[in-house]
């Protein structure tokens, strides 16, 4: 045995011996070898000790401020929720699919049916399939659900009371959501017994090149969607915070939790003005990030945010309900990521993410399919992409151990990185005035675009390596087999549309319409203070009632908000 | 000096992925182009775009799906505006059968995943210069 040897000189000893391997090397050296970074370009070392962690591991899982875990159990009594993004073609297209990857093993918590469906494209820019700017769009990416009645024909025959239903919109979710509780309501099922999901992404437009509502109005607009189901819907889950768009637009780990963060204490922040309750909000957020490329870093930026997250509502809103100090996670595998060439290779990306996200203790997972860069999935790659989350959850054991990487030196010295680095945009923002001055001025814009500029140089020089994209690149590929939307899924899209308008009852759509331009009009006008009498959701219940569709709901809301081209609207 | 080559950028604003597209547009301007970059819900508002600024190129990109409906409606607009100088180039995601249609269409080129904004500027260089010697 030799002498008891401190911490730092087992440092210094491993640095001697580290640079006479580096000796050999000189010029020729790995950037990784001398210069390491994380993909965030945090700096990081070739190894670490326990002087790295100076605070010691932190508190156990369940314990605040939650980097374990938001529970004392992760996995062991329940597994994650299979996750994957539905919608294609006709809501009858889309029941396929769901019914498929239910019949497949796909569950919700408690065994429970749960459906993550996406709308179209027509329906994200709150259009109908009949106008002119809808052609090749119909049923692409997404659902043409327009209407409640398009509900009935997607949800014909499951118990509304009994499953839980993610609704992916994007600006439109006021419609959607509408639209979704005049049928539930024609099915004898009252608001208080849905269970689900909106999105309420108006933050994205700060990073997401749609045309958007302006930054405030969408502020706004979160803010009454938020109070309405606060008071009549307890099991639904108002807001989602959408840290993918980050990554997918070319955003760092830093980023990503740091813009989070920052839209956090501004949402909270405006549902107080309006007159909620922190305590009674959060509870009731969720978040969806990704799982990228850099192992370890995408690990540790989930533990960082559940830390940060919880030490910020606590100090800044006096929250005291550890729910609303939760970071409840949906990991969306990174789709950017993916490549075109050579895509079965982005199976086993894909499978990395997700056992990222396994080891980072997410709450449910999609992921993404192989064929992603090239098409919507085919349902081959779609149970392809069902089966990573089951070979992991079944056959790895990874699951029999909460956030099993605690402890690390490297690990815990990164999320403490992470968590300085996302603490310090979050104070950068708030100094500029908070998210949506941040998000009016282009500056959040800006940040995200130099990351994506940053991340294609790398590619590009072949700094950051890409499998088959700037390395072993393959020759003359065979053309894969894509899945293709039938092209009769827009005249029938089209047909019923115009059928509903004709069908309906005249008199009570004008009503709700005229009705809904009113609340739409002081809606405009009124201050976040102003908010809480939820006149602008209930008007649009009514006039989803009606079998108002989403184009003409939406219109009045553009009409009357402002609508335009992202960051600068 | 010679003149400055203009593009114009655009996407569809029902498509959310821009990062590409930007990425582009700034590397056309390092390249000494100068860009428009503008979102579109019809055709008619990028033949529009394209007249007022006299550009040289029109560059579309599409990673949503919908695009041969946008293309076949483009290289109509700009048929009917008697438009035939204008180089026009597409991007995104965008399959292999499709851009065989797009070629037949008269899109000049096609930019997918990967491909890099070197290319791209090598090949709108060379295009532009090859049309203005005609």
Known sequence: MPDQETPEQAEAQWQAGYDRIGKRFGDQAPAQATRPQSHSGLPIKNAYFPQDVPAGPPEAPGAFPYTRGNLAAQYQFMNWANQPVIGYGLPEHTRSRMDLLAEQGMVGYFGSRFYNLVYDLVSHEGLDPDHPAARGRIGQCGMAVYSAQDMATLFD???????????????????????????????????????????????????????????????????????????????????????????????????????????????????????????????????????????????????????????????????????????????????????????????????????????????????????????????????????????????????????????????????????????ALVADIEAQGGYVQAQRSGWIRSVVEDSAERWREQVDSGERKIVGLNCYVAGEEAEPQLFTVDPEVERIAVERIKQLRVSRDAAAFDRAMAALELAAKEFADAAIGQLGQDALILAAIDAARADATTGEIMGVLKHHLGWGAPHES | MAKKIRVLLTKPTQDCHDRGVRYLARKFRDAGFEVVFTNFLLADEVVTTAVQEDVDVIGVSSSSGGHLPVFEDLMAALRAADIDDVLVIGGGVIPPADVRVLTELGVAAVFGPGASAESAVAFVTEHVRERSAL
């Open chain 1, 157 to 423: 025959g499951l118990d509304l009371r009994k499953m839980n239903v993610v609704h992916i919109t994007y600006y439109q979710v006021v419609a959607a959501f509408a639209q979704y509780i005049a049928y539930a309501e024609r099915q004898g099922v009252p608001p208080a017994e849905l269970s689900g999901n909106t999105m309420n992404w108006y933050h994205q437009s700060a990073y997401v090149g749609m045309s958007a509502f302006p930054p405030e109005q969408g502020l706004k607009l979160a803010v009454e969607l938020i109070s309405y189901c606060t008071k009549h819907m307890p099991r639904w889950n108002t807001t989602n915070f959408f840290g993918y768009g980050v990554e997918e637009a070319g955003g760092t780990a830093v980023q990503e939790i740091g813009l989070m963060l920052a839209f956090g204490i501004e949402l909270v922040r405006a549902c107080e003005a309006a007159g909620l309750a922190a305590d009674d909000v959060l509870p009731r957020f969720g978040f969806q990030f990704a799982q990228a490329n850099d192992f370890f870093e995408e690990v540790c930026k989930i533990r960082a945010m559940r830390r940060i997250w919880a030490t910020t509502m606590a100090e800044r809103f006096g929250v005291t309900n550890p729910r609303s100090m939760h970071v409840r996670i949906h990991t969306h595998t990174s789709g950017a990521v993916l490549t075109a060439q050579q895509p079965m290779v982005n199976l086993i990306r894909t499978t990395l993410h997700a056992f990222g996200a396994a080891l980072a203790g997410t709450q449910a997972m999609e992921v993404s399919a192989y064929d992603e860069a090239l098409a919507i999935p085919t349902e081959e790659a779609a149970t392809l992409a069902l089966r990573v989350q089951q070979v992991i959850q079944e056959e790895t054991n990874v699951t029999a151990v909460t956030d099993p990487l605690a402890g690390s030196y490297y690990v815990e010295a990164l999320t403490d990185q992470l968590a300085t680095a996302a603490l």
